[in-house]
């Protein structure tokens, strides 16, 4: 019995733990075939890559710190150089730095933009030139991107604000009436 993804090309940027592995796994058990990227954790990486492909699909794990938007479009061209084409993209990769606003370093506050905000920006343009009618574009956000929900995570909440708006405006921007966009504080999805 065909899965609803068979066939499809799926990338899911940070895939290696957490939600991310979670989701890689999820997208192979419905069929598709999944890259994903990874900025440290070789190990974690190709265990992941092995679980989906003892499950009967293909997946390949690419080193691409998600704060360099240069690897991040490299990691999108090999996805499409190796499968010949991408479906999904999942922005998963992202970080915080829990600590007062006045005590984090401006450092760590252009780590957490890079990661959360420029990376989201470089995958999902470097993606859009791959994908035709039919691809999903999948961003992964927070509660606290909607509503203050910690005074420990003001710039991590500034930056999941910032990708539910970005999401919502590429839907307007991109759509056409095979493009939705749907919002949740788990995620945000746009269909091409």
Same mark, same amino acid.
């Given at each position: 019995?065909?899965?609803k993804l068979e066939g499809k090309i799926a990338l899911v940027t940070g895939g290696s733990r957490g939600i991310g592995a979670a989701i890689a796994? $999820?997208?192979?058990?419905d069929g598709a075939n999944v890259a994903i990227t990874y900025a440290k954790g070789t190990d974690a990486a190709a265990s992941v890559v092995k679980e989906i492909e003892h499950s009967g699909r293909k997946a390949i794990a690419i080193q691409a710190d998600a704060a360099d938007?240069?690897?991040?479009?490299?990691?999108?061209?090999?996805?499409?150089?190796?499968?010949? $084409?991408?479906?999904?993209?999942?922005?998963?990769?992202?970080t915080a730095i829990p600590k007062t606003f006045e005590e984090t370093a401006m450092e760590e506050?252009?780590?957490i933009i890079d990661i959360n905000?420029?990376?989201?920006?470089?995958?999902?343009?470097?993606?859009?030139?791959?994908?035709?009618?039919?691809?999903?574009?999948?961003?992964?956000?927070?509660?606290?991107?909607?509503?203050?929900a910690s005074p420990?995570?003001?710039?991590?909440?500034?930056?999941?604000?910032a990708v539910k708006m970005f999401t919502q405006a590429l839907?307007?921007?991109?759509g056409s009436e095979a493009?939705?966009?749907?919002?949740?504080?788990r995620g945000t999805s746009t269909r091409i």
């Open positions: 019995m065909p899965t796994k $999820r997208l192979a058990a938007a240069r690897a991040v479009k490299a990691a999108v061209d090999k996805t499409v150089a190796i499968f010949g $084409r991408l479906d999904v993209l999942v922005n998963n990769a992202g506050m252009d780590r905000i420029r990376g989201v920006f470089a995958a999902t343009q470097a993606a859009l030139k791959h994908m035709k009618d039919g691809g999903r574009i999948i961003t992964i956000g927070s509660a606290v991107g909607e509503r203050a420990l995570l003001v710039p991590y909440s500034a930056t999941k604000g839907s307007r921007e991109v493009l939705r966009s749907t919002m949740s504080s």
